[in-house]
């Protein structure tokens, strides 16, 4: 079975751009969070969707939106980009919104 | 202000001896716990979970103790083999199916 995929892997972004990225969660998982992890820090929550719906918001500026599709796939965008915003973006997916997470390879964001 | 935190950057360890990560949370209320293995170029990977009812749970050689009262959880690794170095990052919740808060993690080495 596929793990979380997410797309793409790798992408280089100038500052005030947007970006959208991409996240396909484990067959079967109706919830999926988005994590930033900059270089030297844990995981930080960045939202939380469960059967489409928005179940947890961290502490991040508007700047940052997410959407869940039906097929429960996601997509987090990011506009207005800083050169702060440079980090490693992780999907995970969960069966219910509860107990462990499972997480994909990430989406690293270079903004210059 | 840090909510889970790793005080140890790094460790060092021997083959075949035990691996022992520490961390320590504020948050009284805080009752699931996770630990997570990451990998370069990798997105974590779940390992063992405990909740505030139990003060202890094994998984083969992975073993997490929780002390409520120190506010203070511990992965025993035993033995530890070389292919256990990895990042290892503590992560809290306050009930599960909640946002995840990660410490920012301790380098395991071990050395043959």
């Known amino acids: 079975d596929a793990g979380v995929t997410q797309s793409p892997t790798h992408l280089i972004k100038t500052r005030g751009q947007q970006v959208t990225l991409r996240c396909s969660p484990i067959s079967g998982h109706k919830s999926v969070s988005w994590y930033q992890q900059v270089l030297g820090q844990g995981p930080q929550f960045i939202f939380q969707y469960y059967e489409k719906e928005e179940r947890g918001r961290g502490n991040f500026p508007d700047r940052f939106s997410a959407r869940q599709f039906p097929n429960y796939s996601s997509e987090l965008n990011v506009n207005a980009l800083l050169l702060g915003d440079s980090a490693l973006y992780l999907c995970a997916s969960s069966i219910q919104g509860a107990g462990e997470l499972f997480f994909g390879e990430g989406s690293r964001l270079t903004v210059l | 202000d840090q909510q889970v935190k790793q005080n140890s950057p790094s460790l060092s360890v021997q083959e075949g001896r035990i691996s022992i990560l520490n961390c320590d949370y504020t948050?009284?209320?805080?009752?699931?716990f996770l630990w997570y293995k990451k990998y370069p170029a990798e997105g974590p990977t779940f390992l063992i979970s405990i909740s505030s009812i139990k003060d202890k749970n094994e998984d083969g050689r992975f073993t997490v103790f929780l002390n409520k009262s120190a506010k203070h959880l511990s992965l025993h690794i035993v033995p530890s083999q070389p292919g256990d170095s990895a990042v290892y990052f503590c992560?809290?919740?306050?009930?599960?199916?909640?946002?995840?808060?990660f410490g920012k993690g301790t380098t395991l080495s071990v050395s043959s």
């Open positions: 948050n009284s209320m805080f009752d699931y």
């Open positions: 992560a809290a919740a306050a009930y599960s199916g909640t946002a995840l808060i």
